[in-house]
């Protein structure tokens, strides 16, 4: 079974993204940031838990930056404001909880 780090690989500039698995409870996608590379601020009325599975990643979830390494977690809450940015590359994976 591949790891979930090796089911994406680093593009130059990019961002590329595969989703694992998505149904009507939620999914779960992998990501790829190279650096200087991000996603502007935006929310989502769902929950999520980012997990870094190699680099570092600087997350700012209601204006507080939390800067996360290989094997932290963050809990984002559905509603609250977050971006998200590589200050060097970086793999996460991101499971996305819809209420019920």
Known sequence: MPKLSDMVAYQEGSVVSR???KNASGSVTVFA???GEGLSE???PHDALVHVLDGRADIT???EV???EAGDA???PGGVPHALHAPDRFIMSLVMLKNA
């Open 42 to 44: 935006h929310t989502t």
């Open 61 to 63: 979830l209601a204006g």
């Open 66 to 68: 939390h800067r996360l």
């Open 33 to 35: 940031f190279d650096q």
């Open 19 to 21: 989703v694992v698995v």
């Open 74 to 76: 963050l809990v984002m």
